[in-house]
C-alpha cells in the first residue's frame, strides 16, 4: 500500500518570497506522483506529474517539483510566489500498475503582500 | 464544455434520511470517481467506476451506494445518513483508468456540502 505525507499543514509566505512545499511517500512499487491545487470553493486541479523520465517537472505557472527516489520525496518550489497562488495544495501517489490515487492530507499556502 | 458538474452544491440532511449526489461529465471520459474530503485527512476514494456497468468499492465505501446510470453519469448514495458523513464531497472523471500503465488525469467537479445533523 502507498501513503503520503504532507508535514506541512500550513505554509505562511511573503509575496515574491520563494516557497516549498514538502512530500514524501512510502511504496513498495514504483510509483506515479502528482500534486493538485485546490482554490477556495474549487475543485482540485492538476499542477503537474511525474510519470518516468526527467525528474524534474514544472507547470505552466512557475512551480516546479522534483522527483527524489533515494529520499522517496516529491517536494513542490516556486521561487517567487503570487497573491493568486495562495490556495491547498495536495500532494498524491498511484503505484504504476493501478489506477487509484492516494492524497496527503494537504499543505494550506497563504500569501501575503 | 462544463467538465465535471455536480449537484446539489449544499445540503443539510437529518440523521436516517436519505439523498443522491448527481456527477455528469461531458468529456467523453470512461472512468469516474466519487472521494470525501475531510479536515486533516485529504481526499479519500468511495467508489470508482472504471467504466460504464462497472464499479468498485475505493477506500471508504461504507455507508454509500454508487450507480453509473450511462457513461455521463455517476451518482452516489447515501441510503440513512449519519453525522460522520458530514463532509465534501467530489466527483472526478478521466479518460480511463490507465493508459499503457501511466495513470490518466483525474479532472474534479466543484463539490457537494453535506451537513448531517
Known amino acids: 500500500a502507498q501513503s ?3 508535514l506541512d499543514s500550513q505554509v505562511p509566505v511573503f509575496e515574491e518570497a520563494p516557497v516549498e512545499l514538502r512530500c514524501n511517500y512510502s511504496s513498495s512499487v514504483s510509483v506515479y506522483l ?3 491545487v485546490q482554490y477556495p470553493n474549487q475543485g482540485l486541479q492538476l499542477l503537474l506529474k ?21 529520499q522517496t520525496s516529491f517536494h513542490l518550489r516556486k521561487p517567487s510566489v503570487h497573491i493568486s497562488d495562495t490556495a491547498e495544495y495536495f500532494c498524491a501517489v498511484s503505484p504504476g500498475t493501478a489506477s487509484k490515487l492516494t492524497f496527503g492530507t ?5 500569501v501575503t503582500l | 464544455n462544463a467538465g465535471v458538474t455536480q449537484t446539489p452544491k449544499f445540503q443539510v440532511l437529518k440523521t436516517g434520511q436519505s439523498m443522491t449526489l448527481q456527477c455528469a461529465q461531458d468529456m467523453n ?29 475505493g477506500e471508504v465505501p461504507n455507508g454509500y ?22 463532509s465534501v464531497y467530489f466527483c472526478a472523471s478521466s ?4 493508459t499503457g500503465g501511466w495513470l490518466e488525469t483525474q479532472y474534479f467537479g466543484p463539490g457537494t456540502r453535506l451537513l448531517v445533523l
Open chain 1, 106 to 110: 494537504g499543505t494550506r499556502l497563504q
Open chain 2, 65 to 86: 451506494n454508487v450507480s453509473r446510470l450511462n457513461k455521463r453519469e455517476f451518482s452516489l448514495r447515501l441510503e440513512s445518513a449519519a453525522p460522520s458523513q458530514t
Open chain 1, 50 to 70: 511525474y510519470l518516468s523520465g526527467s525528474t524534474l517537472v514544472e507547470s505552466i505557472n512557475g512551480f516546479e517539483a522534483e522527483f527524489n527516489k533515494s
Open chain 1, 4 to 6: 503520503v505525507t504532507q
Open chain 2, 29 to 57: 471520459h470512461n472512468s469516474m470517481y466519487w472521494y470525501r474530503q475531510d479536515p486533516g485527512m485529504g481526499l479519500r476514494l468511495i467508489y470508482y467506476s472504471a467504466s460504464e456497468g462497472t464499479t468498485d468499492k
Open chain 1, 34 to 36: 502528482f500534486w493538485y
Open chain 2, 95 to 98: 479518460r480511463q483508468t490507465t
